[in-house]
T-cell receptor
Framework: EAQVTQNPRYLITVTGKKLTVTCSQNMNHEYMSWYRQDPGLGLRQIYYSMNVEVTDKGDVPEGYKVSRKEKRNFPLILESPSPNQTSLYFC?????????????FGPGTRLLVL | TQLLEQSPQFLSIQEGENLTVYCNSSSVFSSLQWYRQEPGEGPVLLVTVVTGGEVKKLKRLTFQFGDARKDSSLHITAAQPGDTGLYLCAGDSNYQLIWGAGTKLIIKP
């Protein structure tokens, strides 16, 4: 089954404790991205990747890191989480970034930083 | 900064009524997509419109892209409880999708 998987689905952590949220897709997609979703603000892109070893900042990259060493995986790293990073995070992938390409989303990771 | 404004933010109506959700911007987009998101899940694509003035129908849902490709609307005819969800529009621009904040739709039986 074609899908985007994220782990963990739920995470409670404390300020400053490094964490990684994994994302994997099995569709051989070139384009992957991370979003955060907050009430009233919609989806905001954190980072995106056009292909292996090619990443770029989205609208809200501060406090986050990513890597794209393999085509299928695109982990999101919070080196020193803070309470303002409490949010719902989504990983998404698409075949590439031509006009109108469908974004396939993972199920989301709900993060609470205390 | 490009923005997509969706209205209304929240809509609660009775089953069988019609409704329209709007997505507006001052920017031109190459294409515009509509997604639906249910609680606990990621957004799922409903439709993509590419050409100015384009109209697409998906059963009881009608999507329209403005002539100038700056705005779009979603019209639902005879809404049903199964239409309940968060509707999001997204315009593509320069390798990013610009997202609206969403319209939370509740259809009461």
């Amino acid at each position: 089954e074609a899908q985007v998987t994220q782990n963990p689905r739920y995470l409670i952590t404390v300020t400053g404790k490094k964490l990684t949220v994994t994302c994997s897709q099995n569709m051989n997609h070139e384009y992957m991205s991370w979003y955060r979703q907050d009430p009233g603000l919609g989806l905001r892109q954190i980072y995106y990747s056009m292909n292996v070893e090619v990443t770029d900042k989205g609208d809200v990259p501060e406090g986050y890191k990513v890597s794209r060493k393999e085509k299928r995986n695109f982990p999101l790293i919070l080196e020193s989480p803070s309470p303002n990073q409490t949010s719902l995070y989504f990983c998404a992938s698409s075949r590439d970034f031509r006009v109108g390409e469908t974004q396939y989303f993972g199920p989301g990771t709900r993060l609470l930083v205390l | 900064t490009q923005l997509l404004e969706q209205s209304p933010q929240f809509l609660s109506i009775q089953e069988g009524e019609n409704l329209t959700v709007y997505c507006n911007s001052s920017s031109v987009f190459s294409s515009l997509q509509w997604y639906r998101q249910e609680p606990g899940e990621g957004p799922v694509l409903l439709v993509t419109v590419v050409t100015g003035g384009e109209v697409k129908k998906l059963k009881r849902l009608t999507f329209q892209f403005g002539d100038a490709r700056k705005d779009s609307s979603l019209h639902i005819t005879a809404a049903q409880p199964g239409d309940t969800g968060l509707y999001l529009c997204a315009g593509d621009s320069n390798y990013q999708l610009i997202w609206g904040a969403g319209t939370k739709l509740i259809i009461k039986p």
